[in-house]
């Protein structure tokens, strides 16, 4: 009888720890839909994909409705989705925009969505992650010169710049797009912009800005994408700073410019018991 209670208090301890989720083989647990559980900080949607060199104009098709991919979403072919004319009735909450290279990520951007539109994000006061730690994503204000999606002129878009004034060979940034120019348009040319493919997505290697007449430093991705998320930014507890007054009264009588010493016998006096010392009466005492 012993053994039966036993075995039944152990079944029902193993089904307890198995509904509380706890894994003792070192297992993950199974999803209701089967397979495992996926532990995915979010989901990401892809709204917008070009490749260097195939003939898409980052700035102009991204804008278009005529542009919009009727073949569905494949991964090896540029892509426009039909939710970015939509924009303004989804709830995005964050932007991304990933360069890829050789299949590997190279640069990336992540942006708050909320109230924005599909270019206003692309903002330095929007961004909150990024691989490049010399763009501020802590509040402090953008010193470089441009950061938009238009550009500075009608070549040059999805623009994270330092500097673009003056000598060419002084330029230097993080990211940008170079487009076909528009025919019958005079422009001043960068060496570095005579490039052959259109578009050409240029970055900063590494994790800094750099001058984009440094061959070095400068690489050449063939694949840049947008993609959204519904899923909101957790919301950060601020400490609460505390007051003046709310401290006790009796902490405020002491002055600090007292020893510490000092401080610690009137602790110590105020912790020990009080008593009153009284003479009793002794009927053998003698009196002298």
Known sequence: MFAIITDLFLVCVVLHVCNAGIIISGQQPASPAGGNYEFNEDEWESVYRIYQGDDWDSHDDYLSQERTARHGDNDDSQFRSWKLDQWHHSK???????????????????????????????????????????????????????????????????TVSSRHRGDCRNDEGWIQVIDKPKPGRDRCVCGYE????????????????????????????????????????????????????????MAQTIQVSQPAQRVQMVQQQQQQPQFQIQRVYNPFETKK
Do not use: C
Request: net charge negative; aromatic share 12%; no cysteine.
């Open 194 to 249: 005579n490039v052959n493919k259109f578009p050409t997505i240029m970055y900063a290697k590494g994790n800094r800005k750099t001058k984009w007449s440094d061959p070095r430093n400068v690489g050449y991705a063939d694949m840049m994408q947008i993609s959204v998320s519904h899923v909101p930014y957790p919301v950060s507890v601020q400490p609460v700073p505390v007051q003046i007054s709310q401290v006790p009264q």
């Open 92 to 158: 995005i909450q964050k932007v991304r925009v990933e360069l890829y290279d050789d299949g590997d990520e190279v640069a990336e951007l992540e942006f708050e969505g909320v109230m924005q539109n599909m270019t206003s994000f692309f903002n330095p006061r929007n961004l909150r992650k990024t691989n490049f730690i010399d763009i501020p994503v802590d509040g402090t204000p953008f010193t470089g010169d441009d950061f938009s999606f238009d550009g500075d002129d009608d070549a040059r878009h999805w």
